[in-house]
């Protein structure tokens, strides 16, 4: 009964549509960096007054209101066996820290982030 209005009245969410919305979401925040280079480390449980702060072009601190589900780090990670140790700290993900990615030291193929 997805995506239909079930027997007690209450609207059921379609799964494939809400992948759909966060994977076009992803693609608009990736479209936002305009090509440039970021290494970004995940940090969780932080409480801050802004939803970014810049460090004087060496790094942001964004919010991050949807940090990604199992599903999703199971498509995007490489190994595999990191899903696990990965996924269950994703929840508790509040903010990226972004670090500029200067000169061709970061042009690595294991750093690469994957395509959506």
Same mark, same amino acid.
């Given at each position: 009964m997805?995506?239909?209005?079930?027997?007690?009245?209450?609207?059921?969410?379609?799964?494939?549509?809400? %992948?759909?919305?966060?994977?076009?979401?992803?693609?608009?925040?990736?479209?936002?960096?305009?090509?440039?280079?970021?290494?970004? %480390?995940?940090?969780?449980?932080?409480?801050?007054?802004?939803?970014?702060?810049? %460090?004087?072009n060496?790094?942001v @601190?964004?919010?991050?209101?949807?940090?990604?589900?199992?599903?999703?780090?199971?498509?995007? @990670?490489?190994?595999?066996?990191?899903?696990?140790?990965?996924?269950?700290?994703?929840?508790?993900?509040?903010?990226? @820290?972004?670090?500029?990615?200067?000169?061709?030291? %970061?042009d690595?193929?294991?750093?690469?982030?994957r395509? @959506?």
């Open positions: 997805l995506g239909k209005t079930s027997e007690d009245g209450e609207e059921r969410v379609d799964l494939l549509d809400h %992948f759909r919305q966060r994977k076009d979401y992803a693609r608009l925040r990736i479209a936002e960096l305009r090509g440039n280079q970021e290494l970004c %480390f995940a940090v969780a449980g932080l409480s801050v007054q802004c939803s970014r702060y810049d %460090f004087s060496i790094a @601190l964004r919010e991050v209101k949807y940090p990604p589900g199992e599903i999703e780090l199971a498509r995007a @990670l490489s190994n595999k066996s990191l899903l696990s140790a990965v996924a269950r700290h994703m929840p508790a993900v509040t903010h990226e @820290l972004a670090m500029v990615c200067y000169g061709d030291i %970061f690595q193929p294991n750093i690469r982030p395509a @959506l």
